[in-house]
């Protein structure tokens, strides 16, 4: 079957280069969020074909309406289901995605897309990346889940659309539409192991105007249970995992103009970002390492856009973003550094600007062009001697993006350039993708893309590990698809292979040292099967996704040639079954992670055993002194289940979490 999909897409990719050969195309969702927002319409590349196609229920996209691209679109059920309100929840409804865990409530959290590891997959709120410059990684445990907004998962690569990084794939939070119906929602929670949590959101508006303001805090004080080998092959015993005392504070604020004709419109929106948490150590055999260290993070992030919405082309949409943050990292017992530990803060500065010119060249051809420019920089102390007290790096990207359909037939196509200061040099990126409606249900589809990431800070300049002449990773993904909808139900099936070259790893140069270099060479294939249902009769919402991976070292010479990736599980699954009665709703969601090895050789003593995960909630909508109130009770890890995500890093087992919110 692999063979067969693999003909498939060499035969599409052929015949869309053949009909697109002098165009290229990227319809860029990243920079028409801000404008679908105050249009209110969906910004996923669609099929628009004849009345054949017929309307879906339950949210479901119809198959006209599916893009050319592997996707994860959670709808409200699924949303509603999840066990926890912040964005690290989301992971476990992905194909082929990791959760990356660090220790548990309030430790580190990021996301790794088809095993390519956390550098290599993008989150965007609005179109605008969240990733930080200084390590390419985003924290998705401190982004809480704000009502009404949606989220959709593009897998594969999209460096053509967001630019560096988008190797695995792109996390899209679409921000919430336009509404006139002015509301407020207040949401409390307390649960297991000291978690507590507060949520507020205000929103008004009429036809030209609407306003959103979110907050959110978030905090851990307790410890949990877990299973503790002493050294001497001593009886197993049961100790607490304390990590330091963990709080979050998010705060957001929108605003979004138009003119009464919709010609003009106008957003903004602000985030800031405060974290305070615990780094507690590995778990090692014969120790307990201390659970003392802190890290922090102050970060503020504003962006303006502004769209002309011509109701013909061309049109015009224009954006800039300013990103601050301050890092601290302190370790009083980390005496290798001196008496008082390691104290380190970091400052960083990002801004960009990006325009784009929406316009139709010749029929039924429609073409983007953009330009971005930015600038960023670093400063902190433990950096490179050479490297200063303050990198920076400034960069420009040039893209160029072509659409293209005859009735049941699209073929999409876009190339981007990226300029870089400094000895990081360019980078190039480009893709190609073909569909074609087979039936009323039936989508078959295929992409070939040329991706690439720029190394970070961390791996330029950090001391003792950054080398400051690193070159840009660059990746081929080629994928293929089917997508099946009919009356609410759908099912897709993608298969892929992703080559990444010039991988940067961590080679140790001494005891003490380890340098980061452009000496990796990445092998990512598979599948992935997603399953959703709504049946309407019976309010039942039932989804199922599965996925098979094959991610192995592929470096020239390596001992670990055509060994599975750390923490790469071949086997993953999740399901998640939910029911509606008027004031009721109850579900259930299981989650199972196959086998996995923390060391590049795979040696059995390097083994992680897989694992079920078991949860359900419940919860009951009333009216309260005329205030529409829910309460719900979420039980996790229903079975016990002692296990890892990272070696040595032990995850709760069986916790409660109750909850309360009202709509005023």
Not at 146 to 151: A, G
Not at 386 to 400: K, L, M, Q, V, Y
Request: charged letters at 15%; proline letters at 4%.
């Amino acid at each position: 079957m692999y063979r067969f999909f693999l003909i498939i897409n060499s035969i599409i990719s052929t015949v869309s280069l053949y009909c697109m050969v002098a165009y290229v195309h990227l319809y860029a969702q990243t920079s028409q969020e801000s404008s679908s927002f105050l249009k209110n319409k969906d910004t996923l590349q669609t099929f628009k074909t004849k009345s054949i196609i017929k309307n879906a229920n339950g949210g479901i996209d119809t198959i006209n309406r599916v893009p050319l691209f592997s996707y994860v679109k959670l709808h409200s059920q699924d949303i509603q289901s999840l066990s926890s309100r912040r964005l690290d929840a989301i992971v476990s409804l992905i194909p082929s995605a990791d959760l990356r865990d660090y220790g548990g409530p309030g430790s580190l959290k990021l996301i790794s897309n088809r095993g390519l590891g956390p550098q290599r997959s993008v989150i965007l709120i609005d179109g605008i990346a969240l990733t930080s410059p200084q390590n390419g990684m985003f924290d998705i445990g401190t982004l809480p889940i704000i009502d009404n907004q949606e989220y959709i998962v593009q897998k594969g690569g999209f460096s053509t659309i967001a630019g560096s990084g988008a190797i695995g794939g792109l996390i899209n939070i679409h921000l919430p539409f336009r509404n006139i119906d002015n509301h407020a929602l207040l949401h409390s929670s307390i649960g297991s192991f000291g978690e507590r949590s507060l949520q507020g959101s205000y929103q008004w508006g009429n036809s030209t105007s609407h306003y959103f303001f979110h907050s959110d805090y978030l905090s851990y004080d307790g410890s949990f249970p877990f299973q503790f080998q002493p050294a001497g092959f001593k009886e197993t015993i049961e100790m607490n995992r304390q990590n330091a005392q963990s709080t979050s504070l998010h705060v957001f604020a929108r605003a979004a103009l138009s003119d009464t004709l919709d010609k003009h419109s106008f957003s903004a929106f602000t985030i800031f970002r405060q974290t305070k948490r615990g780094v507690p150590g590995a778990v090692l055999s014969g120790k307990v390492e201390d659970a003392q260290a802190v890290f922090s993070e102050n970060e503020s992030l504003t962006a303006f856009h502004y769209t002309l919405n011509r109701t013909s082309l061309p049109r015009l949409h224009s954006s800039c973003t300013i990103k601050k943050g301050i890092m601290t990292f302190n370790d009083p017992f980390a005496k290798y550094a001196g008496k008082s530990g390691v104290q380190s803060t970091f400052l960083n500065t990002e801004y960009i600007s990006t325009t784009s010119l929406e316009y139709e060249i010749v029929n039924e051809i429609l073409m983007q062009s953009s330009f971005q420019c930015g600038y960023t920089s670093l400063s902190g102390e433990m950096l490179q001697p050479d490297a200063g007290n303050n990198p920076s790096r400034r960069f420009a990207a040039f893209s160029t993006t072509a659409s293209y359909q005859y009735e049941l037939f699209k073929c999409e196509s876009g190339i981007r350039a990226d300029f870089f200061s400094g000895d990081i040099g360019n980078a190039s990126s480009a893709f190609v993708s073909a569909g074609y409606i087979l039936s009323e249900n039936f989508l078959i589809k295929s992409k070939i893309s040329k991706d690439f990431r720029a190394p970070s800070f961390n791996e330029l300049y950090y001391l003792n590990y950054g080398t400051s002449q690193l070159k840009p990773e660059h990746s081929i993904n080629i994928e293929a698809g089917l997508a099946y909808r009919s009356l609410g139900r759908s099912v897709d099936l993608d298969i892929y292979s992703i080559d990444l070259n010039n991988q940067i790893f961590a080679i140790p140069i001494s005891p003490l040292q380890w340098s980061a270099r452009n000496i990796g060479q990445t092998h990512s294939s598979g599948l992935e099967c997603t399953f959703q249902d709504n049946i309407s009769i019976s309010n039942l919402h039932v989804r199922a996704a599965y996925s098979y991976r094959k991610v192995v070292d592929n470096s020239v010479d390596s001992f670990t040639k055509g060994k599975q990736l750390p923490y790469t599980p071949k086997h993953q699954a999740s399901s998640s079954i939910s029911y509606h009665f008027p004031s009721y709703f109850f579900g259930l969601s299981i989650n199972y992670t196959g086998t996995r090895y923390s060391l590049p050789d795979n040696n059995r003593d390097s083994e992680l055993s897989d694992f079920f995960l078991l949860s359900v909630f419940a919860e009951k909508q009333t009216m309260l002194f005329d205030i529409t109130t829910i309460v719900r009770l979420d039980i996790r890890n229903v079975l016990n289940t002692r296990y890892e995500m990272i070696d040595n890093y032990p995850l709760p087992g069986f916790s409660l979490l109750g909850s309360i919110s009202m709509r005023i």
